[in-house]
């Protein structure tokens, strides 16, 4: 299932156990909702993260944000560069 917005206010987050969950890239989009930063949109989006994560990005702060968040509730985090 596709997300809407994305991350920790998607709708998608009525589903507690999700078989993997994925970011494939990050923008600034709905930086109203998500932030003016990357690293404020990053960790908006992580908050769909319940399981084993795919990142598709490679801005390194990203990585770094996301990994860190997701340590928190995940069994892995798989980033793909």
Avoid: Q, R
């Amino acid at each position: 299932m596709e997300v809407g917005i994305g991350g920790e206010y998607d709708s998608t987050n009525l589903f507690d156990k999700p078989v993997v969950c994925g970011v494939t890239a990050l923008g600034f989009d709905h930086t109203n909702i998500l932030g003016n930063t990357i690293e404020e949109i990053a960790w908006n989006k992580a908050g769909i993260f319940k399981v084993i994560v795919v990142v598709g990005v490679v801005v390194e702060v990203v990585v770094v944000v996301v990994v860190v968040v997701a340590a928190a509730v995940v069994v892995a985090v798989v980033v793909v560069v």
